[in-house]
């Protein structure tokens, strides 16, 4: 970790909080970075992760055309390459884009994860976008693209009360590049977040994402996760309910080849009763590609009625691909609804026959349901921005599901 | 060119229970044949062997199109040679769009407008269409797309396994309006498993076969529905 943890020094010097971001840097090398013995980081191939050779990143590869077609369906669309802000399009009453050169920020919450206070002392900036009171927005597309080298994006998205707005980031390029964003969403009183990450990133990229959510009372938010690309694809998604009637829904799917790893963590945490939140994670694994699901469900003393779901399905493509799924439940109140199911195998032969009844051939039905992973995902979108993405999803499947 | 659907000597069994006991059937296109007999007499074990669905396998005897063995076939290779089921309970596919599972059925053209104006045509909203497959439709919504799907696909013969349960009076008589038409339009040969005979309103059956046992125990015109409501299936039961 020398050689990076040197040039990222001699990154830092100028940057706002160039004092804090070294001090920080100094407590990453000292901590080292996590290895396959620390229990959540077990499932990661870290042997064949050497940060050194990751130098300041370079310029990304040009966007696949899809992007394009998105704009489209955007109110505001914002390009961001390695992090750091290029240019916005487009405006819309009551909501503010800004890159913020922010300088220190806390730390506290992210003590035990080393890659997001690397993301912490090496951020060019933080993007912010707020929703005022009251104000019902549209759509904010961000396009990141990614180069060759290490990068460390930050975001902040905060809704305002009786906001609502939604959300999709775009993930792509990122060709022998180490990416670790860390984003954190505000929800207010009321307001509603739809946030849809989808992540496209060459098959050689690591991906090692963060994401927290705070979300107040009778706030909603709906978080789609799509994990097709990387080499190692590590998204944890967490969020604190911390008003009564708050709600979290979080739904997360992956496609996975080669051999790919996918390792998709959640801790949904309960601090207040009457609140809810639905876990829902769906994905295929072929060739040699693993995938882990770990979610941790955590109930505190008092919070009474509180629902909590989750369901996992993973599908084997192929008999040298695995799939775990890890369910932990941390409890400390009755009066709680609390589900779980998960299940690891083929393909519902009977949704397959239906298909198949239809004239669909067998190869074409499976194709389709295993899109539909992903079109499930998209549902909160309206259909003409999920159709921009179902036919780039139906070109990967096609790549993979031969 | 008139199509045949031939079923000749049928045995099926469901798991390690034989279901029917042989079956023999001929359809020719443009005909209505309608089915009537009490609930788990095989009526939809009929339907689902000819289309192949898992769990339940043809033990012996023979189902042809225009002499083609379809029990060999690949399911989808049997509605590609003709044969189309409606199901009693259509199932929910989640994820898959209608218009995409008809252009992999190898709809051509304009599928999503094509969806719509079939849709259109039997007075079901044009937006369910955008929906995923069934899901979040209401029983009468399902069989209305299957019907839908009928029209979209034109096969030779349709299977109906109770397509008019479900339905109100008004959806009821536009679907069976509808699926008489087809038997003008492209000369649709159907098989309609019912319960009711407000379908065969509209429908006009040219034959009734009544099933008991799996086998097929009585055949006639159109007054063996009204013997049948009149009487029910008891005394049918005897003739075995
Ligand atoms: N999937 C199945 N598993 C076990 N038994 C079945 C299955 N499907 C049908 N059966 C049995 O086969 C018999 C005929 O059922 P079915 O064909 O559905 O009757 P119906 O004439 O009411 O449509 C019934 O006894 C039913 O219980
Ligand atoms: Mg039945």
């Known amino acids: 970790m020398k050689t990076f943890l040197n040039i990222a020094h001699s990154q830092i010097t100028g940057l706002p909080g160039a004092v804090e971001r070294g001090r920080l840097l100094d407590v990453i090398e000292r901590q080292g970075l996590p290895t396959t013995t620390d229990e959540v980081w077990r499932y990661a191939p870290l042997s064949q992760f050497n940060i050194d050779t990751f130098g300041a990143p370079e310029r990304s590869e040009a966007s696949p055309a899809f992007i394009n077609d998105l704009t489209h369906h955007a109110d505001i669309v914002v390009q961001i390459d390695n992090g750091r802000y290029v240019a916005a399009q487009g405006d819309m009453p009551g909501v503010h884009v800004s890159w913020r050169d922010e300088g220190a920020i806390d730390e506290a919450p992210y003590q035990d994860d080393a890659f997001a206070l690397l993301n912490t002392a090496l951020h060019p900036h933080v993007l912010s976008i707020e929703v005022d009171t009251d104000v019902s927005a549209g759509t904010v597309l961000l396009v990141h693209r990614v180069g060759t080298g290490a990068s460390f994006p930050r975001t902040r998205i905060s809704v305002s009360r009786n906001a609502r707005l939604t959300v999709i980031e775009v993930w792509c390029g990122g060709t022998d590049a180490f990416v670790a964003p860390v984003s954190e969403f505000e929800v207010g009183d009321n307001a509603h977040l739809t946030h849809v990450t989808y992540q496209r990133l060459d098959s050689s990229a690591w991906h090692v994402s963060r994401t927290t959510a705070r979300i107040e009372r009778s706030g909603r938010m709906h978080q789609s996760v799509l994990c097709l690309g990387g080499q190692y694809d590590r998204a944890r998604n967490d969020a604190e309910l911390v008003g009564p009637g708050a709600e979290n829904q979080l739904w997360t799917t992956f496609l996975g080849s080669g051999d790919q790893v996918h390792d998709l963590r959640s801790h949904q945490m309960h601090h207040v009763g009457r609140t809810n939140s639905v876990l829902l994670s769906k994905g295929a694994a072929a060739d040699r590609s693993r995938s882990v699901y770990t979610g941790l469900i955590e109930i505190e003393r008092g919070a009474r009625r509180t629902d909590a779901r989750q369901t996992n399905h993973n599908l084997l493509l192929s008999p040298q691909a695995h799939a775990d799924s890890v369910p932990n ?47 499930e995902m998209l549902d909160v979108l309206p259909t003409d921005v999920a159709r921009v993405f179902e036919a780039d999803i139906t070109v990967r499947v096609r790549e993979v599901v031969a | 060119m008139r199509n045949e659907l031939v079923i000749r000597d049928l045995h099926a069994r469901v798991g390690d229970k034989e279901i029917l006991r042989g079956v023999n059937l001929t359809l020719t296109s443009g005909e209505v044949h309608v089915i009537m007999g009490p609930n788990g007499c095989g009526k939809s074990t009929l339907a689902h062997v000819i289309t192949g669905r898992p769990g339940y396998v043809a033990t012996s005897g023979s189902v042809t199109l225009n002499g083609t063995e379809l029990l060999t076939l690949e399911p989808s290779e049997r509605v590609r040679e003709g044969v189309f089921l409606a199901m009693q309970h259509p199932l929910e596919v989640p994820g898959v769009r209608p218009v995409d599972m008809m252009r992999a059925a190898g709809v051509t053209g304009n599928v999503e407008s094509q969806l719509a104006e079939q849709s259109r045509r039997i007075g079901l909203r044009t937006e369910l269409m955008e929906r995923f497959v069934n899901v979040d439709l209401s029983g009468g919504e399902r069989k209305r797309a299957e019907v839908v799907q009928i029209s979209v696909l034109q096969p030779k013969f349709a299977l109906l396994d109770e397509i008019d349960s479900g339905l ?22 159907i098989l309609a498993i019912t319960h009711f005979r407000r379908l065969l309103h509209e429908l006009t059956p040219d034959v009734i076969h009544v099933m008991s046992h799996g086998k097929i125990v009585a055949t006639g015109g159109p007054e063996l529905a009204e013997q049948l409501e009149r009487d029910g299936y008891e005394p049918f039961r005897e003739i075995e």
């Open chain 1, 329 to 375: 439940l941390d409890i400390r109140e009755n009066d709680v609804t609390c589900a779980h199911a998960s299940s690891v195998g083929p393909l519902d032969e009977l949704q397959r026959w239906y298909l198949e009844s239809r004239g669909v051939s067998r190869q074409d039905a499976e194709r389709l349901m295993i899109e539909g992973f992903f079109k």
């Open chain 2, 168 to 189: 109100d009076v008004d959806a009821l008589g536009l679907v069976a309006r509808r699926l008489h038409e087809a038997t003008k339009e492209w000369d649709l040969g």
